[in-house]
């Protein structure tokens, strides 16, 4: 009782009267706005099939989801794409909370980029639900909104010990969201950390998962991950809750890219064994390896003390920090104990401080752990200094290799690659174009030619200006992909507009501009002007702005005209202000600030501001603003660094009231800047155990810097001189 | 050399050819996306037309506008629909900045609802430059972004003297907008109030034009507004800059109506002669009529001290508020000197405190003035009692009559109608169904049923609910148009609801909800549900949200769990909470307060919480906040009344750290209220002279009232009683 079929009601005929063997095929074509209910009862030897008449040439597209619901189903093959579900979860291995699916597997299906545009609107990609099921090859990328990309949900017994496996599918990149809920895997939740999930997760390809902290976030009991490769993913394999937990024989490659980490142990009865860990840089919650701090007599979603961990067989090459003891503060008390660390291996190639230790470690026992010469001796015992050189094996990592090495180091052939997970027939390749990647494109001078120039450009190009020469802008351009703005020449070329703003950062944008000078003149006689703007709406994309070697100047027809606006739910990877100068201004360079609901989101990752002028700005220079007391996210960054602040943040309306305004900010290097005349630096210390940098500044006829909060901070070399521009 | 255009192309070649006497005509049909620039020069024996191949049948859409640049150019029978401007401006009578028009004529145009979708993107809809331009009979109606409706603009010398004649035009409704900038015309600006402009401004109708303050905002000197008729406009005819203004024989009708007003005089020379006012009750800056202090010395941008001012023959008919001086306060301390104010009637039915005075009137001469038996003798000398009665004239207009009147009041038959306005062939109807004025659509309980209904609902329908039934919603129910959800049956229906927000106000929709219960037992686990939301994205249309004898609890999955939730950009006529309940709740009832930039937008105009229960609540029970400084609106109105607050306001997230937290409200009646053992009042009083009654409230082991900013105010009848509920 097979056939192919083209309707959702065909469809909806075919599951109701399918029986143990039929196979359901979904015809060729986009299936737009279709809400598949796969509801139906196979048995082991005959399973019934839910598939497509071709491989990667059926989509479900729009409002489209699927549930599974029944015995001994197997679907296969379906792409989701080009739309989002209406609910919470694109494919559910349930019909409804009681009605939940075993034996069932989802296999080779697609689901690419499939979120909802809506940034902070939460929903799940694949919910697993039941027992006994299996989601394998499937190829999962792109997940830019609110939410984990896959759970196992423990919510009724019906799910609980379920012995789900989950493997060789392909993980691939999860953009950074700047919010707690971008983990990429969660198994449990913390109302159910005390429950068994018995799910096994293995030889997955986690391609990086950049969400936040957790790439995976285990959150129950006796599961195990084994062979799954996390190639160059920022965060950690968390044992967020729950014990007796397996980790063996995985992955994690960092390639030296910031934040990348290995596991976490929190909880107890933890095992982590024969992984193998290259280049990873994170610190903190994000090291190579993080043994936590618990709080006593922990409640089941805070922090359980770690009791009896086993770490045991590891690799560690040029990981850059091993973190013991982690979170150790005032809550979380509870050192680990009863716990052991033996024959690992840490080679280092140039860091020599590799091992942090937060807290008193005697809980656990150090024996046989090699590290490469150059290592410090942190933990006094069970740690021997050797020879060490790394060795290509045969399936390209680095090995090492010493005599004080008893077992040859081996990664197991069941390891993930990006060839054996996911599906042959969908392309794993995801290259957006870069800035700059592009043909330059000249554009004469006059009325609105750099918004003309828009739609004929591509991703990546460079639009040159004429040296000298005037633009007038009668339209706000709206930035679509990334594009470069650059006057060729020596002498800058001027921009005027008529709009609120030049230019809009459009979900996909990303703008470089470089030697122009933007004047005010022209703008309208509202207060809110702003030269540069994201989207007012949310936006998915994350994206890149960069300034260099520009001039802002006359921006004053009306209060609160600022440089860059940014709106709510947008948020850059990197935003940096370079070479430039900025000269009266009634509002501020750029307040990074629109993300006010106190849950942990912000508005930008790495903000970089150097070697520029301030000069009569009634505003601040940078507001930055991550509020809330999540723990789940690495940024804000911040380098602010050779700039001279001459007049900046006198305007009655300037409500930071201070020059530079910074609320939980994660890394702060203020370095080397000269305040002149000018309102202070404010810093509000909170959450996750910020890095504060404030060096070799010159506060003169200013005022001085504001810390608040209950974190530690450097500020060295504050001086008072007259500056000798003056 | 005539004919009709088909294309853009065709359009610009005949400009380009055009000669004296041509007529360039559109074809029927849509022009999507066209922007066209009539440039031309034409005589005054022949000018060259543009116009339409029949009338109505011709419509630019999408992103569309008009140039006319030249001279003697007749622009007629162009409608602009479904769309709005990339530019700032939709009709332009330039084509840059030193190329302007003369002697050109707009007239039977339309402009409907050409609005830019965000609702704080600037422009206006037909900017006049050059001189001798005439715009007349018009059809203008819904501009709901910022940015005045039709400007005069005097930036260059090309423009001033311009004697522009705006005659006829049917200026259509203008919804509050909540935030300054929402004029309808505006003749110059503060940067060139000396400035004289000579425009002539006759027989115009304004209907409803209730944007904020400013009906008209005169910014220059010498123009005369005749015949006008303002009908239900909240507001004023506004000299706010430039001198020697005629205001003659302007014809206002309140209704009764909110907020509508007369006349509002600053600055020297001005003149308000044989104006007709009935029912109009705004008090304040929109007053009846409206006599202002100055600034001592005002710079043009300010007040200018009010001089030489004629105010005679003036008629008002039950109009509640005449206001001297008005505005009286540190900075504005000069009142109006060699003024006269005399021959004017004031009769009112009821109300007999008509005039308020400020501050010293003796620099104003009171002659010949006329009251009604009732009216109480605020002022001395000039003002004589006298037995009036109403008797209709022919046109319809109530006209007194008294032996103490002299002179017959008569409006001239030149006065602007509904009728003798705009264009024949486009309607003036603009009735958007209300609430509760549709058919009744009875659903079954299960899952989904409340979301499937929308797509057959209209405009207008009630929803109805099965008595204790149970609603599931796994999609957030997205509201398109006016709905009312309500059970019938005295157990309430209890919606559960999946993802972050059961209902979605969207643009145009309004909601009404009924005897219904709310759980939050099924919301997601993440930080930030909400029950009822506005969307995200910008919304022109303002909202009305009315919920009544509801229940709403177990908002406790996560945290920051809201009833209520808004977005910037989005503007509620009216939000009221009436006869509810609310009990077990993590986030705030509501906080209206996403309008950040301080430059006086505000989230809701009317806010009414009257016999309410609040118990557990661990955020506020209501946030509403209005920024800056700016006095060109009237909200937001607050009353809250007979509500019991038991325990409100004191979870840690609680930013606000009240109970109830007001920063610039305009009206604030709070009566008649149980705090218990809860958070305070705080409210922060700022700009316009707020209204404050907080009267007959009960504080019981609950913190205070928090009162800040340099307004007055009246508290009585404060007590701390044990409330008998205990
Ligand atoms: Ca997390
Ligand atoms: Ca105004």
């Excluded at 069941?414 to 990647?437: F, H, M, Q, R």
């Amino acid at each position: 009782n097979s056939g192919v079929v083209k309707t959702i009601d065909e469809f909806n005929q075919a599951v109701s009267k399918s029986q143990p063997g039929d196979v359901i095929t979904l015809a060729n074509g986009v299936w737009k706005n279709t809400e598949l209910l796969f509801e139906a009862k196979g048995t082991a030897e005959n399973p019934i099939t839910l598939t497509v008449e071709e491989k990667g040439k059926v989509t479900l597209e729009g409002a489209s989801n699927l549930r599974i619901a029944g015995e001994y189903l197997v679907v296969k093959g379906l792409i989701f794409v080009n739309g989002y579900t209406p609910t919470n979860e694109v494919i559910s291995f349930r019909k409804s909370e009681n009605e939940v699916s075993n034996n069932c597997r989802l296999t080779e299906c697609v689901i690419d980029n499939y979120s909802n545009p809506q940034r902070d609107e939460q929903d799940y990609w694949i919910a697993i639900y039941g027992k006994n099921n299996r989601i394998d090859h499937n190829h999962i990328v792109g997940k830019k909104n609110l939410g984990v990309t896959m759970i196992v949900g423990l919510d009724t017994e019906d799910s609980r010990a379920n012995h789900h496996q989950i493997d060789h599918n392909y993980f691939g990149p999860r953009p950074t969201f700047g919010n707690n809920g971008g983990e990429t895997l969660r198994i449990g939740t913390s109302h159910n950390a005390l429950e068994n999930s018995n799910t096994l997760v293995e030889s997955n390809y986690f391609d990086r998962c950049n969400g936040e902290h957790e790439i995976i976030s285990n959150k129950s009991g006796q599961n195990t991950f084994k062979y799954n490769t996390f190639f160059e993913c920022t965060g950690t394999l968390t044992m967020r809750h729950g014990n007796e937990t397996m980790v063996d024989g995985n992955v994690f490659i960092g390639n030296g890219k910031p934040s990348t980490g290995g596991v976490r142990v929190i909880n107890e009865k933890q095992t982590v064994i024969n992984n193998y860990h290259i280049g990873l840089t994170g610190y903190r919650f994000r090291g190579a390896f993080v043994m936590m701090n618990g709080v006593p007599n922990s409640p089941p979603n805070r922090y359980v003390q770690v009791t009896d961990a086993l770490v045991k067989n590891n690799t560690f090459i040029n990981c850059d920090n091993i973190q013991l003891c982690a979170g150790s503060d005032a809550e979380r008390s509870a050192p680990p104990v009863n716990s052991s660390i033996t024959d690992n291996i840490f080679y280092h190639e140039s860091k020599s401080n590799l091992f942090t230790v937060y807290d008193d470690i005697s809980g656990v026992t150090f024996k046989n752990n090699i590290t490469s010469k150059n290592v410090d001796k942190t933990i006094p015992n069970g740690f021997e200094n050797a020879e060490i050189k790394l060795v290509k094996n045969e399936q390209g990592f680095l090995i090492p290799e010493s005599n004080a090495i008893k077992t040859k180091i081996t990664i197991s052939p069941n390891i993930a690659t990006k060839e054996n997970t996911g599906v042959s027939w969908y392309s794993k390749d995801v290259n957006p174009a870069a800035l700059n990647s592009g043909k330059t494109i000249k554009v004469k001078p006059g009325i609105n030619t750099l918004y003309d120039v828009i739609k004929t450009s591509e991703a990546g190009d460079v639009i040159a200006l004429e040296a000298g020469e005037t633009y007038w802008l009668t339209k706000t351009v709206a930035i679509p992909h990334p594009l470069t703005f650059k006057t060729l020449g020596d002498k800058e070329a001027i921009v005027l507009f008529e709009k609120m703003a030049a230019f809009e950062i459009q979900n996909g944008g990303s703008l470089s501009l470089e030697g122009i000078t933007f004047d005010g003149a022209q703008s309208p006689d509202y207060a809110g002007n702003t030269v540069i703007r994201t989207s007012k709406n949310s936006m998915i994309d994350n994206y890149k702005l960069f300034i260099d070697n520009c001039t802002f100047k006359n921006l004053v027809v009306n209060h609160s005209f600022d440089v860059v606006k940014v709106s709510k739910n947008t948020f850059a990877d990197t935003l940096s202000i370079q070479n430039s100068r900025f000269e009266n201004i009634t509002g501020h360079i750029v307040a990074l600030d629109k993300e006010t609901d106190d849950v942990g989101a912000y508005n930008a990752e790495y903000v970089i501001i150097k070697n520029n002028s301030f000069k009569d700005v009634q505003g601040a220079a940078l507001r930055l603003y991550r509020g809330g007391t999540d723990e789940s996210t690495f940024g804000p960054f911040l380098e602010i660094d050779h700039n001279v602040l001459d007049n900046v943040g006198h305007g009655k309306r300037n409500k930071y009231n201070a020059a530079i305004s910074l609320y939980g900010v994660q890394v702060n290097e203020i370095q080397n800047n000269i305040f002149q005349n000018t309102k202070g630096l404010k810093m509000h210390l909170v959450v996750g155990e910020p890095i504060v940098k404030v060096l070799n500044n010159n506060f003169f006829n200013s005022e001085l810097i504001d810390v608040t909060g209950d974190q530690k901070y450097t500020i060295e070399n504050l001086w008072k001189e007259a500056p000798s521009f003056l």
